[in-house]
């Protein structure tokens, strides 16, 4: 293989002066996103000769195995090579079934354990929304939380110990997780494991526990998310909990998805979505493609600098993001697909949670525990927290300075003029310190007990 930065001064070279252009400097470091650029621009321009040329370069660059910009480099060429042949949605498939082939509770455990060990993406949001549902459903007995995050439970261990330290009798607590990952819909297997390991730790710390697992797939969402499928009871108090389910929605079914969440009347919903708009630009293949690199290369830096560049579980990062990456920019008509990789912004989600919700900020107690988190990674990570004049009420995890992560809580407009929430003295509610305790500790203990070594 060529060095890259020496191919890519060749090309911006020879390209340059053979249209008479006077070249643009080049940046050695960011060789990867210029070339890539080049290549989408000449696809959308169908400039047939200048699109081979550049996929050809780009294939001589690129290796899955290589630092932040060959990696970048492979992947994107993947998206772009089937954009240019009309090839997405068959290499999507293909790509998804070897995903399927290879995805068991055991993998699946392993790597969340090791990417909340080393980052905050996923775990930030377990500690806002745990603050949040904590708090709105404060002094209740019966407790009902609707999951629909696919994060195999994982945020739920903490919470399980806050609520074994209430002061007061402790609340029952039934979990529902609503299923619609087209993968675990197939294999309940996965699902099954975790309803037996959460069921332990319950038992454990002496909460009164039901686990039910509802197997919707996204498809059926809207129609079946209703009361009586999710054995909703009167007494109990609801939360729904939404961890990346808002984009698996069809852009147009959003505002339908979040009507129909309203009509479960929770008292809080919590809302955590990354921080990209693949939505808006949509019609646009260049304006979506440089929203999909300037995202996905803030995530491939960080997965570089969290994991060692040969690191199994970042491989298997990384080729997930693979067929994020072809769905969005090759796949015309992904949406059909299901598991949906539109995301939006936060003002975004805000606008259309508006209509139904009026926003739940997190309290005091909550904000720190998600500081006290971001101290336990390596530098480079840091919070946002809602300014007045801000549209998006939420707060945002941020990776050198780039918003990256969106958490959000949520209660529906009809409770704004009962005021029951913010009216309450801290000292009254949950102990929500100790729902994440173990950020300043040794990091994810609840489930690595719940997960590893009391169920292993």
């Known amino acids: 293989m060529q060095n890259p930065n020496i191919i890519h001064e060749k090309y911006s070279s020879s390209s340059s002066s053979s249209r008479n ?50 990696k970048l480099a492979f992947y994107f060429l993947q998206a772009l090579f089937c954009k240019a042949t ?76 806050a609520l074994a330290t209430r002061n007061d009798e402790t609340p029952h607590l039934k979990l529902t997780v609503v299923v619609t990952e087209s993968i675990l819909v197939k294999s309940s297997s996965v699902m099954k494991e975790v309803a037996q ?21 996204l498809n059926n969402l809207k129609e079946l998310m209703t009361k009586e499928s999710l054995n909703i009871q009167e007494e109990e108090a609801l939360a729904v909990n939404c961890i990346g389910a808002l984009r698996k929605v069809e852009v147009d079914e959003r505002g339908d998805f979040i009507r129909m969440v309203q009509s479960l009347n929770p008292k809080v919903v919590t809302i955590v979505e990354h921080e990209a708009d693949f939505s808006s630009t949509r019609n646009d293949f260049v304006k979506c493609f440089e929203e999909c690199l300037r995202f996905y290369t803030l995530y491939f830096e960080m997965l570089d600098e969290s994991f060692p560049t040969t690191s199994n579980e970042r491989l298997v990062i990384e080729r997930e993001c693979s067929k994020c990456i072809v769905k969005v920019l090759a796949c015309d008509n992904g949406d059909q ?102 950020a300043t500790a040794i990091g994810a203990c609840p489930y690595i007990l719940a997960f590893g070594c009391y169920c292993g």
């Open 337 to 438: 697909l299901g598991d949906g990789e539109r995301r939006e912004r936060g003002n975004q989600w805000s606008q259309r949670l508006r209509e139904c919700f009026t926003p739940f900020p997190l309290n005091d107690d909550a904000v720190d525990d998600v500081k006290a988190l971001l101290k336990r990674y390596k530098p480079g990570w840091s919070l946002v927290l809602p300014q007045v004049d801000q549209l998006s009420p939420g707060i945002y995890l941020t990776w050198r300075e780039e918003q990256v992560v969106w958490a959000s809580a949520w209660k529906p407009l009809e409770k704004l003029m009962e005021g029951v929430y913010h009216d309450k003295p801290i000292s009254d509610l949950f102990s929500i310190r100790f729902a994440s305790r173990w």
């Open 21 to 70: 252009e006077s070249p643009e400097p080049v940046s050695d470091a960011k060789w990867a996103p210029r070339l890539l650029r080049e290549c989408a621009s000449a696809i959308s321009n169908k400039d047939s000769a200048k699109m081979h040329h550049l996929l050809w370069m780009l294939n001589e660059l690129a290796s899955p195995y290589g630092d932040c910009n060959q």
């Open 86 to 161: 009309d090839t997405g949605l068959r290499c999507y498939k293909t790509l998804t079934s070897a995903a399927e082939k290879s995805k068991s509770f055991d993998s699946s455990r392993k790597l969340i354990l090791k990417f909340q060990e080393v980052s905050p993406w996923t775990t930030f949001g377990h500690v806002a929304s745990n603050g949040a549902i904590l708090e709105a459903l404060d002094g209740e007995n019966k407790l009902h939380i609707i999951d629909i995050s696919n994060t195999f439970c994982t945020q739920w261990p903490t919470l399980l110990e």
């Open 197 to 217: 390991r959460m069921e332990k730790f319950a038992r454990l710390m002496g909460v009164p526990f039901e686990f039910n697992i509802v197997n919707i797939g």
